[in-house]
């Protein structure tokens, strides 16, 4: 059984890797004031006593404290209680009985043991948020900021506040309920950001209602075809390089049989190098090797292919079939 708390003057033996450890409870005596203070120490200090022997100090130095304040941390966050956070109009964030975010304890009953959906997409969505939180180093490694994000969509009553809940329970994350009409301006955004803490969930409602999205792709169709034609194989030439270099960065690897593929398919189809990103870094596990996990990015370059055809395919047929209706329009006078 594992030791939560060490007494005055106890003695707890630890292993680690095979090495042995001893931690002591000692107290400092509290310092005496001659002057008069405000705010008298009286309290003796605690403080701890870690003995090893000494050809073991790198790796306790490298390792085992490390691992104490991993695991201290995490029976922390096991321990304490989530929070619910709702965002408070700006008019009274600066009041002696306010700030910018107001909190309730967080009670939702909802796992995914009690969450009734497809068990495939289910472990898929379990499985991507451990590899999600056991993930930080990774991420730092290939400069990207540790976060995910979720999409969910569907009418009332579909379980998508159960999901959000779910997923709180399964990281015991606290959660943001950001309310965007209640904010103003760019500025009281960022504010509101920048109050939130570390390991936590963002949920905004009905983003869709809350915020216009300018499709930027309708732009393009203003120009005339030579010049999509050009600027498409700037893009696809720039994207063959970048990645690459990204299936590198996140994989670790400088040369694999499979480059050739992926060069050929990514100078063929209109991703961008965040959507191949985000296919490298969404099929990558502990347990996939380098070959799968380009292997994977085969199949969504495939895909995408595939759906790019589809869709051009579509937009000629429009064509023509609009090109056919204006050379039979007429007028006709009767007169």
Same mark, same amino acid.
């Given at each position: 059984?594992?030791? *939560?708390?060490?007494?005055?003057?106890?003695?707890?033996?630890?292993?680690?890797?095979?090495?042995?450890? #001893? #931690?002591?409870?000692?107290?400092?005596?509290?310092?005496?004031?001659?002057?008069?203070?405000?705010?008298?120490?009286?309290?003796?200090?605690?403080?701890?006593?870690?003995?090893?022997?000494?050809?073991?100090?790198?790796?306790?130095?490298?390792?085992?404290?490390?691992?104490?304040?991993? =695991?201290?941390?995490?029976?922390?966050?096991?321990?304490?209680?989530?929070?619910?956070?709702?965002?408070?109009?700006?008019?009274?964030?600066?009041?002696?009985?306010?700030?910018? #975010?107001?909190?309730?304890?967080?009670?939702?009953?909802?796992?995914? =043991?009690?969450?009734?959906?497809?068990?495939?997409?289910?472990? %898929?969505?379990?499985?991507?948020?451990?590899?999600?939180?056991?993930?930080?180093?990774?991420?730092?490694?290939?400069?990207?900021?540790?976060?995910?994000?979720? *999409?969910?969509?569907?009418?009332?009553?579909?379980?998508?506040?159960?999901?959000? %809940?779910?997923?709180?329970?399964?990281?015991?994350?606290?959660?943001?309920? *950001?309310?965007?009409?209640?904010?103003?301006?760019?500025? =009281?955004?960022?504010?509101?950001?920048?109050?939130?803490?570390?390991?936590?969930?963002?949920?905004?409602?009905?983003?869709?209602?809350?915020?216009?999205?300018?499709?930027?792709?309708?732009?393009?169709?203003?120009?005339?075809?030579?010049?999509?034609?050009?600027?498409?194989?700037?893009?696809?030439?720039?994207?063959?390089?970048?990645?690459?270099?990204? %299936?590198?960065?996140?994989?670790?690897?400088?040369?694999?049989?499979?480059?050739?593929?992926?060069?050929?398919?990514?100078?063929?189809?209109?991703?961008?190098?965040?959507?191949?990103?985000?296919?490298? *870094?969404?099929?990558?596990?502990?347990?996939?090797?380098?070959?799968?996990?380009?292997?994977?990015?085969?199949?969504?370059? =495939?895909?995408?292919?595939?759906?790019?055809?589809?869709?051009?395919?579509?937009?000629?047929?429009?064509?023509?079939?609009?090109?056919?209706?204006?050379?039979?329009?007429?007028?006709?006078?009767?007169?």
């Amino acid at each position: 059984m594992p030791v *939560l708390t060490i007494d005055d003057d106890e003695e707890v033996t630890d292993t680690f890797k095979g090495t042995r450890v #001893w #931690w002591y409870t000692r107290k400092r005596p509290a310092a005496s004031f001659s002057s008069i203070t405000f705010y008298p120490k009286n309290e003796d200090s605690k403080y701890y006593r870690l003995s090893f022997h000494k050809r073991r100090r790198k790796l306790i130095e490298d390792e085992y404290l490390k691992h104490i304040l991993q =695991e201290g941390r995490r029976a922390t966050m096991h321990k304490r209680q989530q929070r619910l956070f709702t965002n408070n109009p700006s008019s009274k964030w600066y009041s002696y009985t306010s700030s910018i #975010w107001s909190h309730v304890i967080l009670e939702h009953p909802a796992t995914f =043991e009690t969450l009734a959906m497809d068990p495939e997409k289910k472990e %898929a969505i379990i499985k991507d948020l451990k590899m999600f939180r056991e993930g930080k180093d990774y991420y730092k490694k290939i400069g990207k900021a540790w976060k995910r994000g979720y *999409l969910l969509y569907g009418p009332p009553g579909t379980g998508k506040s159960s999901m959000i %809940a779910a997923i709180a329970n399964f990281l015991e994350y606290d959660v943001y309920d *950001l309310e965007l009409t209640a904010v103003k301006t760019n500025t =009281e955004l960022r504010k509101i950001f920048i109050e939130t803490t570390n390991k936590s969930i963002i949920v905004i409602e009905d983003i869709d209602c809350s915020i216009n999205v300018i499709n930027k792709s309708k732009k393009m169709e203003n120009r005339d075809e030579d010049e999509k034609e050009d600027m498409s194989k700037d893009d696809n030439g720039k994207l063959t390089l970048s990645g690459l270099v990204l %299936a590198k960065n996140y994989l670790g690897v400088e040369q694999h049989d499979s480059f050739g593929t992926i060069q050929t398919l990514l100078g063929e189809v209109n991703m961008t190098p965040a959507d191949v990103a985000e296919g490298l *870094l969404v099929k990558r596990s502990s347990n996939n090797d380098v070959g799968e996990c380009l292997q994977n990015l085969i199949l969504l370059l =495939e895909d995408k292919k595939m759906v790019d055809g589809e869709a051009a395919q579509d937009k000629s047929r429009k064509k023509e079939s609009s090109a056919q209706k204006q050379k039979g329009f007429g007028f006709s006078d009767h007169n």
